[in-house]
Nanobody
Framework: QVQLVESGGGLVQPGGSLKLSCKAS????????VAWFRRAPGKEREGVSC????????YYSDSAGGRFTISRDNYANTAYLQMHNMRPEDTGVYFC????????????????????????????WGKGTPVTVSS
């Protein structure tokens, strides 16, 4: 069964940290770009971060840059999102997605998390893990 499963969400205080995981099964992440998106309550989905194969390129939204770190472990078939200095506005459901065999330039990664049409190339999506930042 082809799927992505997110885990690691939960409740964290402002300024705290969480690490999300995105485990793939039924396919290999090796030749995919992997992205994280989130949907805050009452808002549209937004891109957070994206990583190309072999970590050649990583991209972040303006709100995530400097606080979040995306990584991947192809042997474990898993991608991660480490979040530090979290804010209440980081609250939402976090989804991971995979784009199979993207062009090597990294453009689809950048474009996907910045509202571009490349997001439609994200073939695989997880069901999300909820994150709440609150005191």
């Amino acid at each position: 069964q082809v799927q992505l499963v997110e885990s690691g969400g939960g409740l964290v205080q402002p300024g705290g940290s969480l690490k999300l995981s995105c485990k793939a099964s039924g396919f290999r992440l090796d030749d995919t770009a992997v992205a994280w998106f989130r949907r805050a309550p009452g808002k549209e989905r937004e891109g957070v971060s994206c990583i190309m194969m072999n970590e050649a390129y990583t991209y972040y939204s303006d709100s995530a840059g400097g606080r979040f770190t995306i990584s991947r472990d192809n042997y474990a078939n898993t991608a991660y999102l480490q979040m530090h200095n979290m804010r209440p506005e980081d609250t939402g459901v976090y989804f991971c997605a995979a784009y199979p065999r993207p062009p090597e330039s990294g453009y689809v990664c950048f474009d996907s998390i910045h509202g571009g049409a490349s997001v439609y190339g994200m073939r695989y999506w997880g069901k999300g893990t909820p994150v709440t930042v609150s005191s």
